[in-house]
């Protein structure tokens, strides 16, 4: 067995378990949002009895993503211990970060979003779901930009360490801003919008069909439909321009994403199965100079093929460009569902078409799986580089860490990871079957308001008698 896959697919294995969540929790939060500024703009039974709904699936996965995520912090250590003493100085910086701005706002307000109902006034409500959202999307951040500078690495120098050279921050903000961080926090951000709104949709679209929940239902599925499109869309531009930024600094990577081997005009290939061994596309479909078109504006540039890159740093081309082409499968399959549903609803004509709806009942599947593939994709393509042009993944292995001991690690986490999606599977299935509670009619808030401080004061009279 050799100890560097073994590594290489244990952090794969938790990391893409891991990632079902934060996304969605993003996706989810916008959602939230949304039904909690509905609850507060009309005081109205039905919005309140729909955002608590969407806060106890909030909450669920929220927790899920919190069990999942701590144990990679771990694996840096035990299985990349080379890896740590290289990047530790601008890698921790960024997971530090995450902690103290991103995690603690969101897990803080969470209690008041979970725990606030009826003790909290609306206004205080909304502001914690809000904070709950930002919490959300400001660990993304650091997250991203730690993982970007990995790709495209900025504002750092080498020193000689005792344990050998490693990067240290010259210029934190170059660090931040590297060039290729916003592009891909704005792609993240995309699929978790897409996951988040399909997610909804899903649920939503399956009450109706039931006919259960009629009105909740309804405006979920509208809600819902609104993020999945503003993410379908966003993806579209954010994919783009990030595929601009791996041109420029990473033209091995795109290669590899599009089966590019010959430094010439480059096609787009819709689909396709890479020979590397005779380095073409073969049983293809491909738009001749399409790649040419989307990066330079010009169908006729010639563009950098993959045997301008030694073979020896070749990432896994057929892996990267079946995951890429996936992932772009399903963005355009977003595009036109949203765009057909948008169309029935300006129609009024939204619920009526039953094949439309368990479309988006199944529409989470896919979702999930582009937002799998295309970390994949991203992923697989930086290799053979851990830190593109700095350290490669081989050199950056623990150097105590045996074949056995990962394989039974990965045996271990395997189990563990099985049971908690069971807990989870169970949970949340239990919180849709149940449904939202039904709408509890109560006064105005400025009577609620004035009741209470009529019985405020009268405890303190009982309490002055």
């Not at 103290?100 to 725990?115: N, Q, Y």
Request: aromatic share 14%.
């Amino acid at each position: 067995m050799d100890v560097l896959l073994l590594s290489r697919l244990q952090f794969a294995l938790t990391i893409m378990f891991h990632y079902l969540f934060p996304p969605l929790t993003i996706g989810l939060g916008a959602v939230l949002v949304g039904c909690m500024s509905l609850w507060w703009a009309t005081d109205e039974a039905r919005y309140e009895a729909m955002a608590r709904f969407w806060t106890r699936i909030f909450a669920v996965n929220f927790a899920m993503g919190v069990a999942t995520g701590i144990v990679m912090e771990f694996e840096f250590g035990t299985n990349w211990a080379a890896y740590s003493r290289y990047v530790g100085d601008v890698f921790g910086s960024a997971l530090a970060a995450e902690g103290i701005f991103a995690f603690f706002l969101e897990s803080g307000f969470l209690g008041i979003l979970v725990f606030g109902w009826d003790r909290v006034s609306r206004p205080v409500h909304w502001f914690a779901s809000l904070m709950v959202f930002l919490g959300s999307v400001f660990s993304s951040v650091w997250i991203v930009i730690a993982n970007s500078w990995m790709h495209t690495p900025a504002g750092y120098h080498i020193v000689e360490g005792p344990s050998g050279p490693r990067a240290e921050i010259t210029d934190f903000w170059a660090m931040v801003f590297n060039p290729s961080s916003m592009e891909r926090l704005w792609h993240v951000w995309s699929g978790s919008f897409i996951l988040g709104g399909a997610f909804v949709c899903s649920i939503a679209a399956w009450y109706v069909l039931r006919d259960r929940h009629q009105w909740f239902a309804e405006r979920s599925f509208k809600a819902g439909l609104v993020v999945l499109t503003l993410g379908s869309w966003s993806a579209l531009l954010s994919g783009h321009q990030a595929g601009e930024t791996v041109a420029e600094y990473q033209p091995a990577k795109l290669a590899a994403f599009e089966g590019h081997f010959h430094t010439e005009a480059a096609p787009l290939w819709l689909f396709g199965v890479p020979d590397t061994e005779a380095q073409e596309v073969r049983y293809g479909i491909a738009v001749p100079g399409g790649l040419s078109l989307l990066v330079h504006m010009d169908p006729n540039h010639p563009m950098e093929g993959l045997a301008e890159t030694p073979k020896e740093d070749w990432p896994n081309v057929d892996l990267v460009f079946q995951t890429y082409h996936g992932m772009l499968t399903i963005g355009m399959f977003f595009l036109a569902i949203t765009t057909l549903a948008l169309g029935l609803w300006a129609t009024g004509r939204l619920f009526r078409y039953r094949l439309v709806l368990w479309t988006f009942v199944g529409a989470v599947l896919p979702a999930y799986a582009g937002n799998q593939l295309g970390w994949i994709s991203v992923e697989v393509g930086r290799q053979p580089w851990i830190v593109h042009g700095m350290l490669r993944t081989d050199e950056a292995l623990s150097e105590m860490v045996t074949a056995e001991m990962v394989a039974g690690s990965i045996l271990m986490f395997g189990t563990v990871y099985s049971l908690l999606f069971v807990v989870w599977w169970w949970v949340l299935n239990g919180k849709i079957q149940h449904g939202p509670d039904e709408p509890v009619e109560r006064l105005p808030s400025e009577a609620r308001e004035g009741l209470l401080t009529v019985a405020a004061r009268g405890r303190m009279a009982d309490g002055e008698g």
